[in-house]
């Protein structure tokens, strides 16, 4: 039985065994692609302004009290400040009044978009958008040591 088999795969062109192979790797990154895509369909976009936002990058998490609730997809750079696009599970309800604001773990630690929420009612989820229109820049050691030099003359 097995000689039959083995008989019969080298019967098949070896054209015949990279179409096969080819079409393997194609429902391969497919299915990859549609897994990854699955948590981004349950999620809901923010856009937030800026004045400086060093240490943010496209892979940057956003937190409420520690927690991952979203990340950052996009910065952008305008001529009124920077703009970072990113999404939010929508399974969160996050205030109106809610400021968002750029922390960092410890002195050196790695920066995370911090959300802390308000008291108000909870932003509206039918547009598929939240807009943060208070924000707090983030802070580094280099301009804490320049406001230090800076009195210091």
């Not at 920077?82 to 969160?92: A, E, H, L, N, V």
């Not at 750029?102 to 978009?113: A, D, E, H, Q």
Request: proline share 1%; charged share 20%; net charge negative.
């Amino acid at each position: 039985m097995a000689t039959e088999i083995i008989r019969e795969i080298d019967l098949l062109d070896s054209k015949y065994h990279l179409k096969v192979g080819i079409f393997f790797c194609f429902i391969i990154i497919i299915i990859f692609y549609i897994l990854k895509n699955i948590n981004n369909n349950n999620s809901i976009t923010f856009t937030a302004s800026f004045n400086y936002v060093e240490g943010i990058n496209s892979n940057t998490e956003v937190q409420i009290a520690g927690i991952k609730v979203g990340g950052v997809n996009k910065i952008n750079l305008l001529s009124e400040g920077i703009t970072i696009d990113g999404y939010i599970d929508s399974k969160y309800n996050i205030p109106e009044d809610s400021i968002m604001k750029i922390k960092s773990n410890g002195i050196f630690g790695r920066k995370t978009l911090s959300i802390e929420p308000g008291f108000g009612e909870d932003m509206d989820k039918t547009n598929y958008q939240y807009i943060f229109n208070q924000t707090q820049d983030s802070y580094s050691v280099d301009m804490f040591f320049r406001y230090l030099n800076n009195l210091n003359e």
